[in-house]
């Protein structure tokens, strides 16, 4: 451990700060296992960020105080491959494999041969240039002869270490791998730009490739890429590695990142083992990958095997189906919600993508539509990767067919015919029809009502809920409370047995608890951390319908806009009668004891983010909205704390740069311990 700053000299706190935070850097950025909270090792970059600006000599170009800041580049400049940086031979089915296994061996004259396996990374190519252990150099493949010189932008990925300190270092070496950019942070980049009005990102691929040719690396450091090492470029030095494992080891020993997935396969059977593993698994990767690249192991042999027209003899990829296709958007349709919300779908000509035939794909909203700037007819890609509903990401505009229709947002609600209204600063249009007049928002609404943290009765889905409405057996949540036996086991694809399970479900859903019964009401911005924090704050159904505007604001996580909501909704006659009717229906709860005074995080703004693993993040928003806290979900200058689990992204960053204190998962879980 570093000693205090105080006994130190400035030069040896320097060293020691450096050290110290290029090693909690690797736990959190390397190995996903972070050891001290975000708010300290805040506090040590500043500590090295203020020392550093009070001694401008002590700044080393590997300090983490360095990732960011170059000045915008004119441009790139070339930059020429020792080694050329080549592509890969495909195949796409296992006598492809086969076949060039047993091409390898009889080129070695019949020799063993070992095989890896390992993901092939969907992102941009890399080769990374150290002297005397330190970064000098990062370029793109380019052509494979020739990329350009993106050292400025590689700086600013915290998985890639700028100084290696080991005593088994070669004076120069390279190292290649694929920079890409995570799902889930690409998922919150696009998120965040829709609703700021900004340019989503294609998919995670163009994400990384975009950012890594910014020419200002102050926007790339605000992208979320990371880097998986998989070869070594060339080396110059006593090191000698053997094999392509001996390589990964290394690496990881000199703290690059490397891909867990990497296995040694002895045979083809192992070898087709690991694909269809790895293909069941493509989807919680939590990264796109096209396929898996599989590797003669041996580099003597790798060596002897050589290369062909770019590409060489010793590795192969075997692609997965891919994540994108293009197709034809033959009509598209207005869905609503049980807000009333519109929701375009595209119907398309179905597609295989992503493993799977896809035959619609949401258009999000109109502006969406604007910005794709599409009509019917137009030929479009489409993007299903991972567990994210299949969306269309970019319309071929070259192919478009004469004459083809903009799409308008209709005037009436497809369903009901009410008039559709959109509020000049919302992107989301509506029926004004309500769930009185509208019969998908009341399917909707029902949905909701039931769905497993309202009401949760189990066995009330899609389809009977579809045919009781349509059949106008239920029109209020009371009327589920109503139905016997006969009337559900006349329904169709509905028997006596499953009447029966669905009636005891029906009944078990009678005795639930407030915050459920609040949620399961369908107030819009009404989610489940407010139905609980208004719970706690008002204890009772009615104390809730009769609260004021004002009153409401006093409630944690309710602002001005939720209060809005909430009284809107209490002053729709029909809303209150189908409440009245709910509890005649002999649906109740335990009142909860009303806490008074004055709690520890009143007033507080919290933000979560990345994955907690000891708690879920409904039960983590629950404690927190009980301690009197409210729960954002966007980090801005009034958070007031931020808890960053593993995987967290642009909201740790927007945290750090606000200097928000941010905590990890075990000083969260010690927090609410010593609240309890
Ligand atoms: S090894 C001789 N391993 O695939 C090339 N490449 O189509 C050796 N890629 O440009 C490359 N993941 O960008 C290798 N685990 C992996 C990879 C990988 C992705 C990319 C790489 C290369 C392209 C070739």
């Known amino acids: 451990m570093a000693k205090r700053a105080s006994t130190d000299s400035p030069a040896a706190r320097a060293v020691a700060l450096r050290r110290l ?13 972070p050891e001290i909270p975000d708010a300290e090792y805040d506090r040590l970059f500043d500590e090295l960020a203020s020392l550093e600006s009070e001694h401008p000599q002590l700044v080393t170009a590997d300090s983490p105080t360095q990732r960011v800041g170059a000045e915008p580049l004119a441009q790139f400049d070339t930059v020429v491959h020792t080694v050329p940086m080549l592509s890969l031979d495909k195949t796409t089915d296992e006598k492809g494999v086969a076949d060039w296994m047993a091409r390898c061996r009889s080129r070695l004259d019949g020799a063993d041969v070992e095989f890896t396996c390992e993901p092939k990374i969907d992102g941009v190519a890399v080769a990374l240039l150290y002297e005397a252990g330190r970064l000098v150099l990062a370029a793109t493949r380019g052509d494979g002869q020739r990329g350009e010189d993106i050292t400025a932008n590689v700086r600013t990925i915290k998985s890639v270490p700028l100084l290696i300190e080991a005593d088994d270092v070669p004076a120069r070496f390279e190292v290649r791998g694929e920079v890409y950019m995570a799902r889930r942070d690409f998922e919150s980049f696009n998120e965040r730009a829709r609703e700021n009005g ?17 020419l200002d690396p102050r926007l790339t450091a605000e992208r979320p890429l990371t880097m998986f090492c998989y070869s070594l470029g060339w080396t110059e030095g006593e090191w000698q590695p053997q094999t392509h494992m001996e390589v990964m080891r290394r690496f990881e020993r000199w703290q690059f990142r490397t891909n867990p997935e990497v296995r040694l396969v002895r045979n083809e059977s192992e070898c087709m083992a690991y694909l269809e593993a790895l293909a069941a ?54 869905q609503v919600g049980r807000t009333g919300a519109i929701t375009p779908v595209a119907r398309l000509d179905p597609v295989f993508v992503g493993g799977v035939t896809v035959s619609n794909a949401t258009l999000h909203n109109m502006d969406e539509i604007g910005r794709l700037d599409l009509h019917i007819g137009d030929t479009v890609m489409v993007r299903r990767a991972g567990d994210v509903i299949p969306q269309v990401v970019s319309v071929v ?32 249009a509506r029926c004004s029809g309500g769930a009185n007049v509208c019969a998908a928002q009341r399917k909707e609404g029902l949905r909701h009502f039931a769905s497993r943290l309202a009401l949760d009765i189990e066995g009330l889905g899609d389809k009977i809920i579809d045919a009781l409405v349509e059949r106008d057996l239920v029109r209020i949540p009371a009327d589920i409370f109503r139905l016997d036996h006969d009337t559900l086991a006349n329904l169709p694809r509905m028997a006596a047995k499953s009447a029966d399970n669905l009636l005891a479900a029906i009944e078990r859903s009678r005795n639930t608890t407030l915050p459920r019964l609040i949620y399961a009401l369908g107030i819009r911005e009404v989610g489940e951390a407010t139905a609980l924090a208004l719970a706690q704050h008002f204890g009772t159904v009615d104390n809730l319908r009769s609260a004021s505007e004002e009153a409401l604001i006093d409630v944690p996580d309710v602002g001005p806009i939720v209060a809005r909501r909430i009284r809107e909704y209490f002053e729709v006659e029909e809303n209150v009668a189908a409440l009245v009717a709910l509890v005649e229906s002999g649906v109740a709860y335990e009142p ?67 200097s928000i204190p941010v905590m990890d998962e075990a000083a969260f879980v010690r927090f609410l311990e010593a609240h309890e």
């Open 592 to 658: 909860i004891e009303v806490v008074v005074g004055e709690r520890p995080l009143q007033g507080q703004t919290w933000v979560l983010t990345g994955t907690l693993e000891s708690l879920t993040r409904n039960d983590a928003k629950a404690r927190l909205t009980a301690l009197g806290a409210k729960v954002a979900g966007s980090v801005s200058k009034k958070t007031s704390q931020v808890v960053a689990g593993p995987g967290a992204g642009s909201k740790l960053e927007k945290a750090t740069e606000l």
């Open 397 to 428: 505009a070259d192919k478009r067919p004469k004459g083809a229709e903009a799409v308008a947002l209709p005037e009436a609600c497809p369903v009901c015919g009410s008039p559709v209204v959109r509020p000049e600063d919302e992107a989301v």
């Open 21 to 33: 935070l290029n090693h909690h850097n690797y736990r959190y950025h390397v190995l996903d296992t």
């Open 281 to 334: 698994r493509r989807d919680s990767l939590g990264y796109d990958i096209d396929g898996a690249v599989i590797k003669v192991n041996a580099l003597a042999q790798q060596a002897e095997l050589g290369a062909v027209t770019r590409k060489p003899r010793w590795a192969l990829a075997f692609k997965y189906p891919a994540e994108e296709a293009t197709t034809v958007v033959n009509d598209v349709e207005f």
């Open 198 to 214: 900004g340019k989503p990102l294609i998919n995670p691929r163009n994400g990384a490739a975009g950012s890594l040719r910014q």
